[in-house]
């Protein structure tokens, strides 16, 4: 059986508890790191920034004044106009990636993902999480697929 390292254990401490029954079931069976649970404005700002660049003449106090130069931007939004369900405490989002593959693998990010929405309907069934949830496996655009949310 799996279990989670030190800084995974960590960012999952910062989760609503029905995120923490999800990931510590989901542990039981598969290897997997979280990568985030609840993050502060300035990383959710910096996050932001990757793969983006100030649009010439623009102050770059809101989203539309950047520019995406790298298809591979990491967050939507900055936190400043609007939170990320990663910018609440207990944080109503985690990311998570599967363990020792990491980003490289998307098949296994996807099956990763596959299992955490199999084990959330069984635990839902069962009573033992009372939120709904989203998966950003679901979305389209962009595809989110480390992503899990509590639907608020």
Same mark, same amino acid.
Request: with cysteine; proline share 5%; glycine share 6%.
């Given at each position: 059986?799996?279990?989670?390292?030190?800084?995974?254990?960590?960012?999952?401490?910062?989760?609503?508890?029905?995120?923490?029954?999800?990931?510590?079931?989901?542990?039981?069976?598969?290897?997997?790191?979280?990568?985030?649970?609840?993050?502060?404005? =300035?990383?959710?700002?910096? /996050?932001? &920034? %990757?793969?983006?660049?100030?649009?010439?003449? #623009?102050?770059?106090?809101?989203?539309?004044?950047?520019?995406?130069?790298?298809?591979?931007?990491?967050?939507?939004?900055?936190?400043?106009?609007?939170?990320?369900?990663?910018?609440?405490?207990?944080?109503?989002?985690?990311?998570?990636?599967?363990?020792?593959?990491?980003?490289?693998?998307?098949?296994?990010?996807?099956?990763?993902?596959?299992? =955490?929405?199999?084990?959330? /309907?069984? &635990? %839902?069934?069962?009573?033992?999480?009372?939120? #709904?949830?989203?998966?950003?496996?679901?979305?389209?655009?962009?595809?989110?697929?480390?992503?899990?949310?509590?639907?608020?």
């Amino acid at each position: 059986m799996a279990k989670f390292g030190k800084q995974s254990q960590t960012n999952l401490d910062t989760c609503h508890k029905d995120l923490q029954t999800l990931c510590n079931e989901m542990i039981k069976e598969y290897d997997f790191s979280v990568v985030f649970g609840a993050r502060s404005m =300035a990383i959710q700002n910096a /996050l932001f &920034l %990757k793969g983006r660049e100030l649009r010439p003449g #623009e102050v770059g106090d809101r989203r539309e004044h950047y520019v995406i130069t790298n298809i591979k931007k990491v967050v939507t939004f900055r936190g400043f106009e609007r939170k990320s369900n990663h910018n609440h405490y207990p944080s109503i989002a985690v990311d998570i990636i599967p363990y020792p593959s990491g980003w490289a693998n998307q098949n296994k990010i996807y099956e990763l993902a596959g299992f =955490a929405k199999a084990t959330y /309907l069984k &635990l %839902k069934a069962e009573g033992k999480i009372e939120s #709904e949830m989203r998966f950003g496996s679901d979305w389209k655009n962009p595809a989110d697929p480390p992503h899990i949310e509590i639907v608020t």
